[in-house]
């Protein structure tokens, strides 16, 4: 039987990469790879996952040095001769082994007010939003994100400034500045305006070019590039 050597990252800050033996399988994900380790050589290997089918994206892990989602991703498509290197997402703590600890990145969704804030009650008829308005396409390009963390992993902005709100959180905003049903649309301009904002973008656009639901998180923070540019001039922030 045909196999894999696979190298997977070990402990928390400090770990190391530990070899392990793994058969080679025909149209092996990367996600199975890690299960096998898991179930059959070390049960004490800590890693996330869910759905296995692109939906959740918690089994989002750096392959060979890329973040990608482990359960999308053929062995085939990323195997260099007969190894594999598995990490846990980087710009991020790491818990044990796999695991890293999102906890940041969702605070940074918080600080760039990625809470939809309602301007009507339940008591109210429903918002009728057209779908071929401008501002519904601006919401549609961005709503997609699932919030798996791989934009996060991949900027290198962040990587340098870890105050930096990260392109997910952004493209959050994005998507609720241009949602007409929401009242929050300056104080969120406001949020995202600061050094550690949009204006950070050095546009590398490895988010957009990793992201695995092809959303351009780069495009959105061009747009808000704008917006709190035109929101300053106004002196409404």
Partial sequence: M?????????????????????????????????THVQRALDPTLAYR???????????????????RWTCRTHVD???????????????????????ADMSEFFDKWARARGQFQPTATRKDEFARVRPDSSEREQVDA??????CGVCYASCDVVTWNPDYLGPAALNRAWTLVNDVRDGARDERLGAVAGDAG?????????????????ISPTAAIAGLKRATLGALLAGRI
Avoid: Y
């Avoid at 498509?77 to 695991?99: C, R, S």
């Fill in 2 to 34: 045909n196999t894999l050597r696979v190298k997977i990252w070990r402990g928390r800050e400090q770990g190391a990469l530990q070899e392990f033996e793994v058969p080679r399988r025909e149209s092996q994900t990367v996600l199975d790879v890690v």
């Fill in 49 to 67: 996952f869910a759905c296995r089918v692109g939906m959740c994206g918690s089994c989002a892990m750096s392959v060979n040095g890329r973040a």
């Fill in 77 to 99: 498509q990323v195997i260099e001769g007969d190894t594999l290197e598995i990490a846990p997402l980087t710009n991020l703590p790491v818990i044990k082994d796999l695991v």
């Fill in 142 to 147: 961005g709503i997609e994100c699932i919030g």
């Fill in 198 to 214: 949009c204006q950070a973008c050095h546009t590398h656009m490895s988010c957009t070019e990793r992201c695995p639901k092809k």
